[in-house]
């Protein structure tokens, strides 16, 4: 059996800078030894906006994660979002030559390579390249063709890019607290580890984390991710919309929101007022129930549908996507339920749907999703490439786990 | 321009190239003219020596076919061309016409490019006529806001204010050829009026100053005289090409009046001059005045940039003739006859917020005692020694504009909030006066200066032409 292996996940999100330190058991289960978490500053839409804040959110995080867990974190998985993500599909094809018509491992090879390249602008840097199903001739859905007879190997690929230069900004920033970046992970492919297992997948499930500052989502349909991508709307412009259309200040927008938003719009009843007592010499805040959640109710919706609008058509016409999986701050809204079942029609899961595993409490937290995720990714990641480090690199590794 | 201070003129699709072409006869003009298309067979037939051509490999030599997408992509395929061509300038003029899939998809791939190299970028766009449909505007209002954000400057022309300059008996090719030829006439002449030395003089800085707050582009007339009604004569040429949308005054953000004088024109006559733009402009006071003197003639030309506020909605296609504020108050406030003592004055917040570039904060009419302020400070202000450790794969666009100083206004946002009492909420407990408790009171207000809270010192999240920072209850009205 595997010895037990700690892994840390990083998540420099719009609201807050969260470090979770995770214990991988041999048999696979995941324990949260700790948990370092401080708002974030400087950090808008999901993008580094101030460097010196952020250094300094990431090293408080850190500090905080290394009393509460007891260990020394040296190496962190990274998670990135921002609006400048996109996901595409490429799809490769490889038409065997006239006097070959048994595939092999060579072809296969072949015609991903063909599918992983694709033009893209010497800014962009590339986080994943995920590699769907092969199919041959008409033949879908084939993990391993290897051995049959065909003429033509396709292979659809899901390549997740973003602009270097943003990318590299989170990169430095980690690295200037002092900490190594073991991986980057886009923040939905991260938490879609976590939370949809293979079933699900296999299904046909959206996952949509929506954040303080950006809705991050991914797509699988048949096991395959094949849409993925970034919105840069999220919770902060719920509280922004409150604050303008209610002309209060941001702070006490962000209250209202939290304590007594709801983002089904018609639930409440007329008249119904709410009340939130004024800071400083301000007077009180009153507002009609029924307008704070119609502000609410607004901009969840849109989001939910500019979510929509960037899968590829008849996704839930089609009954591609069986499931709707909802994680992240803003899914915490009361409503946000009902509103997404509206919207897109499908079984909506929330976080304490979700199938419960051996970790304590934070898993029942969707704020929590993206870097118990990247644990798991990190999991993922070991189980798949063997150790390769010498017994000099292992050695080091004991003791840098104190 | 000079050796020291080369310059490129990039003129990008169909619309680009035929406005270059009529400039392609003014002095040192040949040799910084780049023609670049997609399409092979209108690149060869171009007057313009130096060609690029953008995505061969895509589209093997044809157009974009309307596809932004497409041109984008052929674009980011040629960018090392792109690159060479604009290497070491200082000052790239980027020409091209907004709406088709060359001039929108390639233009914001190229400022990219300009800016990344250090150049003041000047974009000059033309706005497409209304009858080429709504896509287009679209597409050119989305453009125009990527390159405003890109762009230190961004001149502006739109077709459909053009259609004054047009001879109505003409065919149309007499039209279109009359268009390029007045906006060449403009184009050519900002670089001489950059190089001279006058003893008022108009430098890059000051153009960029024009357009500090990165919401307006720029329109831009030109007017000539000589001899004695010279003053009249220069007016009328400004009024004339001056393409101002209708209901401009109160969008007026910035003007500079550039004057070539001869010998022996006296100081009233340029004072009659300035007075006259600034009738013409609606009164605006700020007026940034260059002169130059041309001994060798007597005559008087005169060149006038306005930055004008917009919003980027397609949806009031087309942008410059924004003539309703797009925003009515949320809720239409009916006070009801007197029913209780309490006054039919707002008590919570209900003033706009204001948000102007100015270094002291602007008092409301009757500002009370309740009050603060937010300061924002520029981004560019960063801790410098973090900014050195991390500066180059920093956000490109931050401080590269070589001649132009540091934004040194300090966003000042204030809020006041009306005097209240404590009876005052206390009487508002039912339902009815509520609405009179929370209006977002906008009235009066364009939506251009309009606030986006939070998000007003980042940059814009633009999809299908509405802007997604603000609630989306205010954009649907």
Redesign the interface.
């Known amino acids: 059996m595997a010895k037990a292996k700690i892994h840390v996940g990083l998540e420099i999100g719009t609201s807050t800078t969260r470090l979770v330190v995770g214990e991988v058991a041999g048999d696979g289960s995941i324990t949260i030894l700790g948990v370092g978490e401080v708002p974030s500053s400087g950090v808008l839409r999901g993008e580094i906006e101030d460097a010196a804040a952020v250094i300094q959110n990431v090293f408080d995080a850190w500090e905080l994660a290394q009393e509460n867990a007891d260990v020394d974190i040296q190496t962190v998985f990274l998670s990135v979002t921002g609006e400048h993500i996109k996901g595409e599909n490429n799809r490769g094809t490889f038409r065997l030559p006239p006097d070959e018509n048994i595939i092999s491992h060579d072809h296969m090879e072949e015609v991903l390579e063909i599918a992983r390249d694709i033009p893209l602008s010497n800014d962009q840097f590339v986080l994943h390249r995920v590699p769907g199903l092969y199919s041959l001739d008409d033949q879908q859905n084939l993990t391993n063709p290897s051995g049959l007879t065909g003429r033509t190997l396709d292979i659809d690929c899901h390549i997740i890019h973003g602009i270097k230069s943003r990318i590299t900004n989170s990169f430095r920033c980690v690295r200037e607290v002092p900490l190594d970046i073991s991986d980057v992970v886009f923040a939905p492919i991260a938490a879609a580890q976590f939370l949809l297992n293979r079933h699900a997948k296999q299904a046909g499930a959206l996952l949509i984390d929506i954040g303080g500052g950006t809705t991050d989502y991914v797509l699988y349909v048949e096991g395959q991710l094949v849409a993925s991508g970034c919105i840069g709307l999220g919770g902060d412009h719920i509280s922004n919309d409150i604050a303008l259309m209610l002309g209060i200040p941001w702070e006490q927008a962000e209250l209202l929101k939290k304590m007594q938003g709801d983002a089904n719009g018609h639930r409440s009843k007329g008249g119904e007022v709410v009340r939130l007592k004024g800071t400083g010499n301000m007077p009180d805040i009153v507002v009609e129930r029924s307008k704070l959640n119609e502000i609410i109710h607004d901009r969840l919706d849109e989001i939910l549908h500019l979510v929509k609008s960037r899968l590829p058509e008849d996704t839930f016409r089609r009954r591609l996507c069986k499931a709707v999986y909802l994680c992240g701050g803003t899914s915490l809204m009361r409503g946000i339920g009902d509103l997404a079942l509206n919207i897109y029609g499908v079984a909506i899961n929330m976080l304490s749907d979700v199938e419960e595993s051996e970790v304590p409490r934070y898993i029942e937290d969707p704020r929590y999703c993206t870097t118990i995720g990247l644990i798991r990714y990190a999991q993922i990641l070991e189980t798949e490439l063997p150790d390769k480090r010498g017994l000099l690199g292992r050695m080091k590794s004991w003791f840098s786990r104190g | 321009m000079d050796q020291e201070n080369p310059m490129r003129i990039l003129a990008i699709g169909g619309a680009g190239c035929s406005i270059v072409e009529k400039l392609i006869e003014e002095p040192n003009i040949k040799e910084q003219a780049y023609a670049l298309n997609l399409d092979a067979r209108l690149l060869n037939r171009s007057l313009i020596d130096r060609k690029i051509q953008l995505g061969a490999r895509l589209t093997r030599g044809l157009g974009s076919g309307g596809n932004a997408a497409i041109g984008t992509?052929a674009a980011?395929?040629s960018?090392d061309a792109i690159l060479r061509a604009i290497k070491g300038a200082e000052i790239v003029v980027m020409i091209s016409g907004l709406g088709g899939g060359t001039g929108s998809g390639v233009s914001s791939v190229v400022a990219q490019l300009a800016k990344e190299q250090g150049a003041f970028l000047v974009s000059v766009v033309t706005y497409p006529f209304l009858f080429e449909g709504k896509d287009r505007c679209f597409l050119a209002d989305e453009t125009l806001a990527e390159l405003r954000l890109l762009s230190d400057l961004v001149l502006c022309f739109d077709n459909n204010l053009m259609e004054k300059l047009i001879d109505d008996d003409g065919g149309v090719i007499n039209a279109f050829d009359h268009l390029n030829e007045s906006i060449a006439k403009i184009v050519s002449s900002i670089p001489s009026m950059l190089a001279s030395k006058g003893f008022l003089r108009i430098g890059l800085d000051d153009l960029k100053s024009l357009t500090v707050s990165g919401k307006s582009v720029c329109v831009v007339g030109n007017g000539e005289g000589c001899e004695s009604a010279r003053v009249s004569d220069v007016v009328e040429g400004l009024k004339k090409t001056l393409l101002l949308p209708e209901n401009f005054e109160n969008l007026v953000e910035g003007a500079l009046l550039s004057i070539e004088i001869g010998s022996d024109v006296t100081v009233s006559e340029v004072e009659d001059l300035v007075n006259q733009v600034r009738s013409l402009l609606g009164d605006f006071s700020d007026i940034k005045i260059g002169l130059t003197v041309n001994a060798a003639s007597s005559s008087m030309k005169a060149m006038c940039f306005v930055s004008i506020k917009l919003l980027p909605t397609a949806q009031e296609a087309p942008v410059l003739r924004q003539t309703t504020p797009i925003l009515t108050p949320?809720e239409e406030v009916s006070i009801p006859p007197v029913q209780t003592s309490v006054k039919p004055q707002e008590?919570?917040?209900?003033?706009p917020?204001v948000t102007k570039p100015v270094a002291d904060p602007i008092c409301l009419p009757g500002a009370p005692s309740?009050e603060f302020f937010v300061t924002t400070e520029p981004?560019d202000d960063?801790?410098d020694?973090?900014?050195d450790?991390?500066d180059d794969?920093?956000?490109?666009f931050d401080d590269i504009a070589p001649e132009a100083p540091k934004n040194e206004v300090r966003f000042v946002e204030k809020?006041v909030?009306e005097p209240?009492t404590e009876e005052v909420?206390q009487e508002?407990?039912?339902?009815e006066k509520?609405?009179d408790?929370?209006r977002?009171?906008n009235d009066s207000e364009n939506a251009h200066t309009l606030?986006?809270?939070?998000?007003s010192s980042?940059r814009r999240?633009i999809?299908d032409g509405q802007d997604?920072?603000?609630?989306?209850?205010?954009r649907k009205s």
């Not at chain 2, 008590?347 to 003033?351: A, C, E, H, L």
């Not at chain 2, 794969?393 to 490109?396: A, D, N, V």
């Not at chain 2, 997604?468 to 205010?474: E, G, R, T, W």
Request: no cysteine; glycine share 2%; aromatic share 8%.
């Open positions: 992509q980011l395929e960018q949320v008590s919570i917040v209900t003033s917020i309740n981004a960063a801790d020694e973090i900014e450790s991390v794969s920093f956000e490109l809020r909030i209240e909420i508002f407990t039912s339902s509520i609405d408790l929370h977002y009171s606030d986006r809270g939070k998000f980042s999240l999809v997604l920072d603000l609630p989306p209850a205010l």
